[in-house]
């Protein structure tokens, strides 16, 4: 049996230059690129930026019972002492929950909203999966950041994702603002993988999630990468949109305000880019954190569940 072709080697033993990324940016080719909601300037963007923002993407009454539900799932012990919830390493509080679509229908649905999903499949050109759902919250005064890091570069080393053909959907669930550290981003970064040094240590998934170390550009290459597209830290009101592209670094500060950021992830993958084993991590992170067994391709819901009042709706 032949070895499988490495397109994107990281975790390596000595530095390596970043190099051109060898997938497409937006996925549907030819006559199909207009195939959904996105025009050719917004097309055109995502592949210039590496993301799309959308202030006020839902209204702020079909938010709020998001937020709720999540503050009712804090409140639950079983799921609160779950390997799902991650703890802030300085304060203790909660950094992220994961698998959120699992763990609620309103979630669920959320995935398959039509204008969402009509625009992800015309980027990845093809009917896709979630890869991985998270909450990342950050309180008021004690939410810590998140290191610059490319997420494709994670789920290609320690979960096997073989090809750049990812999305991330962020909606903010809070207003994010200068402030209270919104997500900021490299624009053009995308265009280049970013190879990054030092082996992933057994189980790595039980620290990076609270400290990300490992997987981190070197500060040179961000310098460079930041003089050629700059920073952008997209900013607005509960229930605006980002989607960005799965190798565009990113990072967040502290939140140093009174107010919290809480953002939801979504992650789209194309269904013809499935999970294989890790590329540079001896076994593969757990299933919470990186889906390799539900594939059945995402269909559209138009509506919310109404599930106000009624507990949180656990899916199995």
Known sequence: ??????????????????????????HARNEHRWDGPLDEIA????ERDGYLWFEGFFPYDRITPFFEELQEMQQDPEIMESERVIKDP?????????EMHRLSARFDHLTRDPRILGMVRQLLGSEVYIHQSRINDKFGFQGSGFQWHSDYETWHAEDGMP?????SAS????????????LMLIPGSHNHFVPCVGETPAQNWSQSLKAQTLGVPDKDTLAKLAARGGIKAPKGPAGSLLL???NTLHASNENMSPWPRTNLFFVYNSLDNRLE?????KEPRPEYLANRSRYSPLS??????????????RLN
């Open 1 to 26: 049996m032949s070895e499988r072709q490495d397109l994107y080697p990281t975790r390596l033993k000595t530095p390596q230059d970043p190099f051109p990324r060898k997938d497409p940016i937006v």
């Open 43 to 46: 097309l055109s963007q995502y």
């Open 90 to 98: 300085n304060s203790g509080a909660i950094r992220s929950v994961f």
């Open 163 to 167: 090809r750049m053909r990812a999305i």
């Open 171 to 182: 909606l903010m669930l809070t207003d994010n603002n200068e402030f209270n550290g919104p």
């Open 244 to 246: 960005f592209e799965c």
């Open 277 to 281: 084993a890790p590329f540079a991590a």
């Open 300 to 313: 559209m819901v138009d509506d919310f569940p109404e599930l106000a009042g009624q507990g949180v709706a």
